[in-house]
């Protein structure tokens, strides 16, 4: 049994979503080093700018292309056993979906199962999801393990989309939700995440500026967004380092409140007793 007094924010999972050119992987660099990625986007020549810049040894950020599911899988339970790395970035759970649908049919295509074609170009099949839905689930139970022995911090990378959604009143909004073709395992995401921030651009009330790069850590009602750390609801980051400049101070404010507030209270109770 574990009380409050083991909570620790030495390591996050973190869900980092937004469109895409919100600088969601370039704010995942900020995290502690050395860092292992996950690349399934297969754009890693974007983060040299940053890393330049912030004067990270290139040396501390290693990484793999992925073009499927079984890689990487074997890679995160080598992972489990021994993890050297403080961070483990996903870039991104869209095009890892993406990567296990072709997966299935490819194989399907070795095995001489014929699939469905449409004007003889393979696609998927609905079975096909049920295999993606499966993949998400392990990739987040193994970093769920991974995140919780070795204390590293987790960072998962999504690209939203917008769509019209409706309310039980018949009302009509616009919210942006994970792209994946399995939906129901990309919404689970957020509710599994500790720290879920949704990266977007800041618009300047001066139209003849630009806006700046930022992220919002609440919940807006169309853009769902949270955080366990004591952060302002919206970080315009712009050009600076996400992590050491507002996440590190935000965890080691909560560390010290929570060993404060585990201190032993001093007794105000006065002596009855008379000299």
Known sequence: MS???????????????????????????????????????????????????????????????????????????????????????????????????????????????????????????????????????????????????????IVIIAHVIQKEMKSPDGKTHFARLIVTAAKGSSQKLPALSGEVYHFNINQQMDVSKEGQYALLTTHTGDDFARTSLDLPSEIVFGSDPLYDKWIKPAAERMTKLLSQQSQPKPSTTKSTMSV
């Open 3 to 153: 009380d409050m007094t083991n909570i620790s924010f030495d390591s996050l999972y973190c869900l980092f979503k937004g469109e895409p050119g919100t600088r969601k992987s370039t704010a995942a660099l900020s995290f502690p080093r050395p860092q292992y990625w996950f690349s399934w986007d297969k754009k890693m020549v974007a983060l040299a700018l940053p890393m330049l810049k912030w004067g990270i040894n290139p040396k501390d950020i290693q990484y793999d292309d992925y073009s499927d599911w079984n890689a990487p899988l074997a890679k995160l339970r080598q992972l489990q056993l021994n993890c050297p790395f403080r961070t483990l970035i996903l870039d991104s759970i869209t095009s890892m979906a993406d990567a296990t649908n072709r997966q299935t049919m490819k194989i399907k295509g070795d095995t001489g199962d014929k699939g469905g074609k449409v004007a003889g170009i393979p696609v998927n099949s609905i079975e096909d999801y049920k295999a993606e839905e499966s993949a998400i689930g392990e990739l987040i139970a193994l970093t769920k393990d991974i995140q919780s022995f070795h204390k590293v911090n």
